[in-house]
């Protein structure tokens, strides 16, 4: 109940910001989105708030780091990131409509020529070596993000490097827990709409040792949840 709730909530807010705040720039973010049925492998689209955004991409001192979202919906994740500094930031939607509404609201930013919108199905993207930070917000279910992992793992076989996975509502985190080139580097818990999600942090592990380790960067997180 109290989900639901939260979710009514944030439906409104959410389509009240858009009326205000974006309509009239062309924009459309807030909105929210449900192209797929309850049972479906994709998940529908709830904007991130970039507050949220802003705590979750403390984790990186170092923003020239390339990061795709996988599951990037509307692309309000990809303005937000680029806006806090991060240069290289690129998308993938499935949905066609969504993928579009990405793609005008980068022109009407002016960041066209920056972030690129890849409207595919994520089983069937190639360009993982590209990148080194992957975003999510629980984009879909288990055999989908067990092909997503397995091509993770592809790239990182061909291109070893430093990567970094940011899982915010892991919902299918079991399939990065077993992955033996990656480790969970943090758990955390954030507020969203009066609701308490996580977010899990992995990194490639290179050396396959999977060692536990406490980072950092909560110290960073919990400075900026204040």
Known sequence: MKIKMAARSK????????LVMEAP??????R????????????WYERTTGEHLKVLFSYFED???????????KGYALYRIHKMGFEHVDGIEYDTRMAGIAQRNMEI???????????????EFTGYDNYVVIYMFHPFKGRIMEAVVCDVEESLMRQPRP??????????????????MFYKSLEWTL???NVELDVYYYEFDPDYKRKERIPPFKKILESAMK
């Open 32 to 43: 929210n989105e449900y192209p797929y049925p309850d049972d479906h492998e994709r998940i």
């Open 163 to 180: 990567f970094t996975v940011v899982y915010f509502h892991p919902r299918e985190h079991a399939v990065w827990d077993s992955s033996p």
């Open 109 to 123: 930013l002016k960041l066209a020529d920056q972030v690129t919108i890849y409207n595919m199905d994520a089983t």
């Open 63 to 73: 923003k020239n780091k390339r990061v795709l979202d996988i599951g990037c919906g």
């Open 191 to 193: 507020a969203f709409s």
């Open 11 to 18: 439906f409104f807010w959410d389509n009240f910001v858009h």
């Open 25 to 30: 720039r062309g924009l459309d973010f807030s």
